[in-house]
């Protein structure tokens, strides 16, 4: 169960970590140097310097969610359309008998769960 729970955590975490690094990769940032005239503009990465060290200050220039929100539908639609529409399709148009195999998998596999259940509540009972 801990595994499965470890690979659970893990399949919603790393879409996470992929969205978080396109939004700062298109985020574009101006650094101002206050004392100075200079302007610095980059895409991605920290602004951290630019406060801490030049002592400036970060405006956003463009907000890279949008970008990436935009990416991430335009995929979804081709995967959608290229792929899943077809797979969902297929499998709907699929006869009845093609799905006894798993119909009698997963009512031997419940059949094995349930005696395993109750043969340990009777253990439990009898101790």
């Known amino acids: 169960m801990t595994l499965l729970n470890t690979l659970s955590n ?24 206050p004392g100075t005239n200079k302007v610095y503009v980059t895409h991605g990465g920290s602004m951290q310097a630019c406060t801490e060290l030049l002592n400036g200050t970060v405006t956003i220039l463009r907000d890279g969610y949008y970008i990436t929100n935009l990416i991430c539908i335009v995929v979804g639609l081709f995967l959608y359309f290229g792929y899943l529409k077809r797979k969902i399709l297929h499998l709907q148009s699929l006869p009845i008998s093609s799905w006894r195999f798993f119909h009698f998998f997963f009512t031997i596999l419940a059949v094995t769960s349930r005696a395993i259940y109750y043969k340990s509540q009777n253990w439990r009972r009898e101790c």
């Not at 790393?14 to 396109?22: A, F, N, T, V, Y």
Request: hydrophobic share 45%; net charge positive; with cysteine.
């Open 10 to 33: 893990f399949g919603g975490t790393w879409p996470r970590l992929i969205i978080m690094s396109m939004i700062n990769y298109f985020t574009v940032y101006q650094c101002t140097i």
